[in-house]
Nanobody
């Protein structure tokens, strides 16, 4: 996937929306899965959502189902996370990650983008 760069984070009130983007410098045929993770202060990094880069199938953490939507633009090598009905507990640094075919773990990570939801 090369370098991953996230953008789109910010401060939003509870109930609001944000769309995160992640641009991969070289996503291509060897990319199996792209995903979003998040890490809140004092907590472990947790899975948010993933998408199969070629088939488009998706999976979500229970905590975001029905509120977040992961999508992709293969032509632009860009991953998105549309976040609606945001809650204060969604406050975290959000990271995108990529996994290649044949690998069991995510080998490429971005630096993260901060999302803060005020109550």
């Amino acid at each position: 996937q090369g370098q991953l760069v996230e953008s789109g984070g910010g401060l939003v009130q509870a109930g609001g929306s944000l769309r995160l983007s992640c641009t991969a410098s070289s996503a291509g045929s060897n990319t199996n899965t792209m995903a979003w993770f998040r890490q809140a202060p004092g907590r472990d990094r947790e899975f948010v959502a993933l998408i199969s880069w070629h088939r488009g199938t998706t999976e979500y953490a229970d905590s975001v189902k029905g509120r977040f939507t992961i999508s992709k633009d293969n032509a632009e090598n860009t991953l998105y996370l549309q976040m609606n009905s945001l809650k204060p507990e969604d406050t975290a640094v959000y990271y995108c990650a990529g996994k290649r075919f044949g690998r069991s773990s995510y080998g490429s990570w971005g630096r993260g983008t901060q999302v803060t939801v005020s109550s």
